[in-house]
């Protein structure tokens, strides 16, 4: 008989005033006890709606089922058989969107903490079972990857799991795109981004780091070079600015600049080499998930006031719910239908940003209500930090450089929905590049749809 | 890793390093940076390309002391290593056949100078070089220039080579004189372009500018070298680092380059910076 619990078991967390003051995990797992605990509370449902509701189709109640046979392993390859990140996401999936939403628990009460469990199966293999490998024999066909984020990474491990001769390009210093760069230490420990990216490089992945394609080579190039596929998964990674006054002062920074000096250029640590200059008073422009991590990244650098402004309501928040209730935790103040006019500087540096109030008025196309300036209700803060988290779009560099590589006005790259080929022969694309900025978890569901069109296309 | 091939000091305070980089070497042009850490614990430093030899893949760097990537770099060896070195970055030099063109080059301006000229002076243009610096020890590939058959002209701010004085007086000269100019490439100091493009502006002579704001990536993704060009936001390092130089809001790329002033001083300070 299944565990009728309403409630999914706790997870345990660092206490909010202690955690806002280290860049160690909020979240701290399951135990073997929990997880069995809460793995009890799947029914295992016939018709699998939860299944349905994840985007690479996790094979969920059998890998439940294994959980709760103390089978961690058979569980763990489960998972994998359609998931090559579970650490990853079972810690950053938008589960209330997506498994959890279609569970069937949740029509009363909460339900099985999918993500929850999926984290905690991953943990314990990748703690307590040495790299297993099975290496597939080389089929000999060369496909080139651009970009290492979670659309790359699930590309070349699903092909290379088929026996391709894989390369990845990319043009950073380290693998793992935004899951490196962006998404903070506290949320994502990029020791076990590191070590997940590693089980799918062991499979016999090649990997050119500090190469950026259309600049170092092109896909023109690389074509001529023999690679007979060419998947492009180079995120959205060009940062979108207010244009209004005072943005170019000292002390504007974009989310993404603000994150990559202290994710991957380690400033959040006290001997790094990269500067980073946060100050006693910070604004955060924007609701999203990138909104709450440079927030709470701020806050942990040492600035007392944090604040989150936002030209919405609360309900409009972009950001997952669990985000924007850890940041108010922790002490970050949120102005909602707030929107900044200009920034004002004082010797070249911000000394306070102009906002305007707003309202919401009718709904648009979107369906959410538009927010509309209040007529005399100007007003100055006080800042000496303002973090610009509004949006980014694609990286215009390859369009720019990629003859014959079709793309939508707004930049993202056009493909068969089914297949993820592009307007150019032999190249494909997908996560962030061809949605904008989107899920660790879609961007993965995308390399590996081109991986399996790809492989159709040489085994036909 | 990308293995140091040869290395030279220039002067007291100016190196030039030859690295091996094959993915940086078989596509750049003038005008074109490379990043580099020198470790695994190393910030994201930029750097023009000097030279190039396709043939050995090979990329030559020119460099001035000034903290601590520098500073390590200056005590690498031959045979040694640096952990990363991504390229060729930015736009390449937009070099047109023109009847005559003038190049200055302040301090090490010279080294990203150097490439454009020789490309020019392959495609038959004329060219005039003013080198300035602040004395005789720290003037870097006069011959190099020399060798391209251009016309030198030297400014010192000691008087020990050349004019006692600035660029900008020789360039006032030459204007004087009634030369004219089809264009004027200017790479130095900030405040030497600065100075430079307040004289060739009323006169409505192009002047191409190389700016070196700070930088991240590299790739367009942080946003943080951004510069203001006529009323266009630009990045630096995708849409750069040359540019118009009579659009550029030049006080607002020297206050940008000061952001981090406190900090590397700082770094210097508390023994993170040399060792
Ligand atoms: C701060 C932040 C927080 C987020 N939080 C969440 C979350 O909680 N949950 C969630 O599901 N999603 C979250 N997201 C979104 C998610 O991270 C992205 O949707 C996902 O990473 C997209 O994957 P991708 O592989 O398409 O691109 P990216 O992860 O952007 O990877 C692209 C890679 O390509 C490289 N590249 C780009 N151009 C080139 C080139 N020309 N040559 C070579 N390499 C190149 C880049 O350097 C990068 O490494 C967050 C995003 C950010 C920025
Ligand atoms: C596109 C580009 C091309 C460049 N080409 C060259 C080159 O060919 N040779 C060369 O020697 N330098 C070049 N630079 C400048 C070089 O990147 C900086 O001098 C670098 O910061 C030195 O690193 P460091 O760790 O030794 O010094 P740091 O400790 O970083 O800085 C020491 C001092 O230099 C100042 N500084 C920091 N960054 C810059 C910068 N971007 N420009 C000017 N001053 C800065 C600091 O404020 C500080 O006072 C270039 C910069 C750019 C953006
Ligand atoms: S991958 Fe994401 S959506 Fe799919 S089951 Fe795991 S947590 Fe749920
Ligand atoms: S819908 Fe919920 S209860 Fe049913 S199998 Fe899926 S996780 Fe288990
Ligand atoms: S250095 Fe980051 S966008 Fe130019």
Partial sequence: MANMSLHKVEMKEQDPKIRNQNFEEVALGYTKEEALEEASRCLDCKQRFCVAGCPVNVPIPEFIQAVLDEDFL????????????????????????????????????????????????????????????????????????????????????????????????????????????????????????????????????????????????????????????????????????????????????????????????????????????????????????????????AKRMGAKEVYIIYRRGEEELPARLEEVHHAKEEGIIFKLLTNPTEILGEDGWVKAIKCIEMELGEADESGRRRPQPKPASEHVLDMDTVIIAIGQTPNPLLRQTTKGLDTHDWGGIIVHEDTMETSKEKVYAGGDAVTGAATVILAMGAGKKAAIAIDKEFTR | MYEIIDKKVLNSAVELMVVRAPFVARRCEPGQFIILRVDEEGERVPFTIADFNREDETVTIIYQIVGHTTEVLSSMKVGDKLCDFVGPLGKASELKKEERVLGIAGGLGAAPLYPQIRKLRE?????????????????????????????????????????????????????????????????????MMKAVVDITKPLNIPTTVSLNPIMVDGTGMCGGCRVSVGDETKFACVDGPEFNGLLVDFDEVINRQGIYKKEEEHMCKIGLGGK
């Fill in chain 1, 74 to 297: 058979r569980a763990y390859e489960i998972i994998m058989s359609e998931n090559s990140l579970p650490a990853v996401c079972g810690r950053v999936c938008p589960q209330e969107n997506q498994c959890e939403n279609k569970c069937i628990r949740g029509k009363k009460g909460q339900p099985v903490a999918i993500g929850r469990l999926e984290r905690f199966v991953a943990d314990y293999v990748m703690e307590n079972y040495p790299d297993k490998i099975d290496k597939v024999e080389s089929n000999g066909i060369k496909v080139a990857v651009v970009g290492s984020g979670p659309a790359g990474i699930a590309c070349a491990g699903e092909l290379a799991k088929k026996g391709y001769d894989v390369t990845i390009f990319e043009a950073l210093h380290e693998l793992g795109g935004v899951l490196i760069y962006g998404i903070p230490e506290f949320r994502l420990p990029k020791d076990i981004v590191r070590k997940e990216i590693k089980k799918v490089t062991d499979l016999g992945v090649k990997v050119r780091k500090n190469v950026v394609v259309g600049r170092s080579i092109t896909i023109d190039e690389l074509i001529e070079e023999g690679f007979e596929a060419i998947f492009i998964g180079s995120g959205a990674g060009l940062p979108i600015f207010m244009n209004i006054e005072g943005e170019n002062l000292n002390g504007v920074y974009s989310a993404n600049e603000f994150l990559t000096r202290a994710n991957l250029m380690k400033a959040y640590l006290p001997d790094s080499r990269t500067p980073l200059i946060v100050g006693q008073k910070v604004a955060v422009v924007g609701g999203g998930n990138v909104a709450m991590d440079a927030a709470r990244t």
């Fill in chain 2, 123 to 191: 495609m038959g243009v004329e060219c005039d070089i003013i080198i300035g610096s602040r004395s005789e020890e720290f003037i870097i590939l006069e011959e190099s220039f020399r060798g391209l058959g251009c016309n030198i002209s030297i400014a010192t701010d000691d008087g020990s080579k050349g004019v006692k004085g600035f660029v900008t007086d020789i360039l006032k000269d030459k204007i004087n004189q009634g030369i004219k100019y089809d264009s004027v490439i200017a790479i130095g100091p900030l405040i």
